[in-house]
């Protein structure tokens, strides 16, 4: 189980973070939050909130993705995900309710990089700084070099989630 570091987010991204603080697509009540900082990814399994499995857009793909909460802290969980790419693939959570072509995903203004896909791993968790806003429905695979959409998961509830 693995997550994403300092390292996997550009410096730039950083430096905006530390200024304007956290995503604004991600929100928490100050009187709830012990600190401004991102909250760690949950332990365990947690709570599965949202669920979907990725569809191709421009490449062959294979997982799935689920948002959990464990407490006060929610991630993306991504499960023996790969797409066929010989390029680096970053993971996208966008305000969209699905992204079925890059156009789509380059129109809207709500989309977060939290950095390099782990090709193939069993499990990749993935921190999100505090609740996403309901508009966050939507996990793009993304190569940036080309700004193509490779694949995308619209989360939907458990229930409804195939």
């Known amino acids: 189980m693995t997550r994403t570091t300092a390292r996997s987010i550009p410096k730039f991204a950083l430096l905006v973070l530390a200024v304007l603080g956290p ?36 490449k062959k793909v294979e997982g799935r993705v689920e948002l959990v909460r464990r407490g006060d802290s929610y991630a993306l969980r991504l499960l023996n995900t790969k797409v066929d790419n010989l390029g680096e693939v970053h ?22 990089d939290f950095g390099p896909l782990e090709q193939g791993a069993p499990e ?22 080309y700004r193509v959409n490779l694949a995308s998961a619209a989360l939907e509830a458990e229930s409804t989630a195939k």
């Open 23 to 58: 995503y604004p697509g991600c929100k928490r009540d100050s009187a709830d939050s012990k600190s401004e900082s991102a909250t760690p990814a949950p332990a365990g399994s947690g709570e599965v909130l949202l669920s979907g499995t990725f569809k191709r857009v421009a």
């Open 91 to 112: 993971v996208y959570f966008v305000g969209l309710p699905d992204a079925k072509t890059t156009i789509e995903m380059a129109a809207t203004e709500t989309q977060y």
């Open 124 to 145: 990749q968790l993935i921190g999100l700084p505090s609740e996403p806003a309901p508009e966050l429905r939507t996990v793009v695979l993304y190569e940036p070099r």
